[in-house]
């Protein structure tokens, strides 16, 4: 195997004998052979396109395969084996329907040979097709950067998918971009253009899926989540999907099981929608890679909605208790079948569950406070603005992202901490964990971490940096007294950072580390264009941005 897509990756170069992440080499090999048939079925989808035809379930299958090869998403072999045969038996019906309009079938598509009782083909295919079958380096980062960027847009867009929102340009650009990674003729140049072109469909993805949430569950407020517990059996809700919370909510009131968020679920208690819910408790935890001491202690079901397991340790006492639904996935964990017709999932096997288990163990109390999305912010925008005018608050930091295991994480907490007072964070996604429990005060009645919500949300950090950029008039987003200290992990963190340099934003700071799969000559392509550096010490980084 070979795998450099998270920051975590071993020795900061790629995992060739198990993934840091706990997939194992064969399921690596079947996500490999899993986007190679994708990349096969765009090319076809391309050419459908071209002749007027569309096969909406082609938008969806491409979709949620490149959602399921995100890190920490499944490790499901056998769910993995089933989504290739089916890219098989639709690849065939799409060579059909081409055929049907008089199309040529390009020599390109046939993407993987395939005997339905063999299963060892699939093995031997995957060897050959891995990201190290692009020889030239540049190339290569170049066609990884965009994969990673597309992989991050498909979970935004998948989202919305399911709340009924749908671009179909979103599909256009990518499947035009999965195409574009197998031609063995393309250029440096012609792939960098690619890869920002695909920050701005970013920009794109996160919008709609920003619209899809306000619309159905409306705009976040200012909100007190409580950290404590309750005396009922629960259910623990993990990842992102805000429809799946909904239909758990609906399906456990008055049952007696209490339900609790976790990880980037917890922005989920802002929305008005969901307040309705006298059983949505508060949050139990932190970040994802903390789960296998907190799923212990939390004595109750957990419910995966998307990407962020930790493989669990081969004695842990949870194992049992953990239930995946989505594009996410687990071999041992029990899986709630996806919507059949638009209609509910069903979790009444989890809810039964639920009800004989423990309640949870309490492991911290208080409360913390959520909801500035763009709309909140925006609304308190006069308040915002004179305090900068008045000399109240002198710096914004975006310090947005992913949280991870590595030690070297401390440095987000020690730098929020020796952060100058007259300093705003904003943040959205996991890596708020590292200091959002923080007592970091505010400054005139305006809190000094100003949580947008779940990583998708860090559209809500672009608006609101527009919005300050028109309240002071000023031409050029980077002349705002904001500056950049972004954290990342896996692909959806990818397609944010390439959303901010579609916009123009300059001077990022990206940590822990610059990702394994820029090659030197790509890294000095942001460098040198866009001001990308890697973090420092603390107190050299605080110095050099003036916070």
Not at 398 to 409: E, F, I, L, T
Request: glycine letters at 8%; proline letters at 3%; hydrophobic letters at 40%.
């Amino acid at each position: 195997m070979f795998c450099y897509q998270c920051q975590e990756t071993a020795k900061g170069q790629g995992c060739t004998i198990k993934g840091v992440c706990g997939k194992t080499p064969e399921v690596a090999g079947l996500q490999d052979l899993l986007i190679y048939t994708v990349k096969g079925i765009s090319i076809l989808a391309v050419n459908l396109r071209d002749k007027g035809v569309e096969i909406p379930l082609v938008n969806k299958f491409i979709i949620d395969s490149l959602f399921m090869t995100i890190t920490n998403a499944n490790f499901d072999t056998d769910r993995f084996v089933s989504k290739i045969k089916e890219s098989y038996d639709l690849r065939n019906r799409l060579i059909n329907e081409l055929k049907s309009v008089g199309g040529d079938i390009p020599s390109d598509c046939d993407m993987i040979i395939w005997r339905e009782d063999l299963y060892e083909d699939m093995c031997v295919k995957a060897k050959s097709i891995g990201i190290l079958s692009t020889e030239d380096e540049d190339i290569r980062s170049l066609k990884e950067l965009t994969i990673y960027g597309v992989k991050g847009m498909a979970a935004y867009v998948e989202h919305a998918y399911n709340l009924g929102f749908e671009d179909p340009l979103l599909n256009i650009f990518i499947q035009k971009a999965l195409v574009e990674t197998t031609m063995t003729n393309t250029s440096a140049d012609k792939l960098t253009a690619l890869v920002l072109e695909c920050g701005a469909y970013g920009v794109k993805a996160m919008s709609l899926l920003d619209k899809a949430n306000t619309t159905k569950y409306g705009n976040p407020e200012i909100t007190k989540v409580k950290l404590g517990v309750g005396s009922k059996p629960a259910i623990l809700i993990s990842g992102h999907d805000l429809r799946d919370l909904e239909e758990l909510l609906e399906q456990t009131k008055d049952s007696g099981v209490d339900i609790y968020t976790h990880g980037e679920m917890l922005p989920a208690h802002s929305y008005p929608a969901f307040k309705k819910y006298n059983h949505l408790i508060g949050n139990y935890g932190g970040a994802w890679w903390k789960q296998v001491s907190e799923f212990e202690s939390f004595n109750g079901v957990v419910l995966f909605t998307t990407n962020c397991i930790v493989p669990p340790p081969s004695k842990s006492n949870y194992s049992n208790r953990v239930y995946t639904t989505g594009t996410s996935g687990f071999t041992g964990f029990t899986h709630i079948e996806d919507r059949v017709n638009n209609q509910p999932k069903d979790f009444s096997k989890l809810i039964e569950h639920a009800k004989s288990c423990s309640a949870p163990t309490e492991i911290e109390s208080g409360e913390i406070i959520g909801g500035f999305a763009h709309a909140q912010v925006i609304a308190l925008a006069d308040k915002v603005v004179n305090a900068v005018k008045a000399g109240l608050i002198k710096n914004f930091v975006v310090m947005a992202g992913c949280d991870g295991r590595m030690k070297s994480r401390e440095y987000y907490t020690e730098f929020a901490q020796k952060l100058s007072h007259d300093s705003v964070i904003l943040t959205a996604g996991c890596a708020k964990y590292r200091y959002n429990k923080l007592a970091l005060g505010d400054i005139a009645g305006i809190p000094r971490v100003l949580d947008a919500g779940q990583c998708n949300d860090s559209y809500s950090l672009v608006v609101i940096a527009l919005k300050l950029k028109e309240a002071f008039n000023l031409d050029d987003i980077n002349d705002l007294p904001i500056q950049y200290n972004i954290a990342w992990y896996e692909q959806k963190a990818v397609i944010v950072l390439l959303a901010l340099l579609s916009l123009g934003v300059k001077n990022i700071k990206l940590g822990p580390t610059l990702p394994a799969f820029l090659s030197p000559n790509v890294a000095a392509i942001l460098i040198n264009n866009f001001g990308i550096t890697g973090i420092g010490t603390v107190d050299e980084d605080l110095r050099k941005m003036g916070v």
